[in-house]
């Protein structure tokens, strides 16, 4: 496992600090959590587990199935 040296600017580091005493981790292990959460390359379960969440919406089929009109368009 890596490790990294960072430097942070005194109120940064204070309010890192504050976040990380308030969920309960580490420095170190709150550091490590944001940057997994940049650098995923798929959504998490949490998001996946929204999928078909909302029920009112239009599936595709229903969307397609209008026969609306699309605004006029400006000539370019």
Do not use: C, F, H
């Amino acid at each position: 496992m890596g490790q990294v040296t960072i430097y942070l600017e005194d109120d940064v580091e204070e309010k890192m600090r504050s976040s990380a005493k308030a969920t309960g981790l580490s420095q170190s292990k709150w550091v490590a959590n944001l940057i997994k959460e940049k650098v995923m390359s798929e959504w998490p379960d949490t998001v996946k587990q929204l999928a078909g969440a909302w029920e009112d919406l239009p599936t595709l089929e229903e969307i397609r199935a209008t026969n609306t009109l699309d605004s006029p368009r400006e000539d370019l």
